[in-house]
């Protein structure tokens, strides 16, 4: 059985070739009809046989994905071999703005829209891993106050992600500047993905869905407070 099935439109087939090219490389196997469906084949035969030889199949999310009458098909097929997403035969991967209806509402995907080429890659291995555990301890989220004996430490408090505007400044250094202008172009991406997975958790019909999407938006979380503490410290002082 090959690991992957890349189901995409012809739109998308730059997409498409990257993401099967960042799997090989990580070293899983690929299906993908641009490099696999050969002169000779029968097209049809070739789509039913990648769907049904394939352990699970990725869905190249866009409008004309979407809209493609010949790519419904291709992730309906995964859908019904695990319409409750046990063993997540269908993972969609967003590329283009778009906003999945009907039964792939739920299912929770990939969104790779505004990334960095590094951070794209990282998001798309990052979800083909059973648990996504960080190598460090995540950092209290509670008040930072001494311990005193006999005090409760059950009441963590979750961060609300909401835009902040930090002081605009042009004394820094050059090179300060080109890192305060990333450090802020990230956190803008942070708080767009944290309303998009916030969004799309209250659509989700299956509570592990919802355990799952949770578990993503409060790595968001930690992310925007080290962006916050990254920008504060370059324009501390300055105003």
């Not at 990257?18 to 050969?38: M, P, T």
């Not at 010949?70 to 997540?88: G, M, N």
């Not at 951070?119 to 996504?132: G, N």
């Not at 916050?228 to 501390?236: D, H, P, R, T, Y």
Request: with cysteine; aromatic share 8%.
């Amino acid at each position: 059985m090959t690991d992957f099935f890349v189901s995409y439109n012809r739109a998308d087939r730059q997409w498409a070739e990257w993401i099967a090219w960042i799997l090989e490389e990580a070293g899983y196997s690929v299906l993908i009809q641009a490099w696999d469906f050969r002169p000779g084949g029968n097209f049809v035969l070739d789509m039913q046989r990648a769907a049904a030889e394939s352990q699970k199949t990725i869905a190249v999310l866009s409008e004309t994905y979407l809209k493609s009458a010949y790519a419904q098909p291709e992730w309906a097929a995964a859908f019904a071999d695990d319409p409750l997403s046990v063993k997540q035969k269908l993972i969609p991967i967003r590329v283009g703005d778009c906003r999945p209806t009907g039964m792939l509402r739920p299912i929770v995907y990939v969104d790779l829209v505004g990334l960095a080429e590094a951070d794209a890659k990282r998001e798309v291995l990052a979800a083909l891993k059973p648990r996504v555990k960080p190598d460090q301890k995540p950092t209290f989220p509670g008040a930072d106050v001494p311990d005193t004996e006999g005090s409760s430490t059950d009441n963590h408090q979750q961060v609300a992600v909401t835009p902040v505007e930090f002081p605009q400044t042009t004394t820094l250094p050059a090179f300060r500047q080109v890192k305060l202008q990333a450090l802020r172009r990230r956190y803008s991406l942070l708080c767009t993905k944290y309303e998009a997975a916030s969004n799309q958790k209250d659509s989700m019909l299956s509570e592990a869905d919802k355990v799952t999407l949770q578990s993503q938006i409060e790595g968001i979380e930690r992310e925007v407070l080290q962006v916050e503490e990254g920008i504060s410290a370059l324009v501390k002082g300055v105003t």
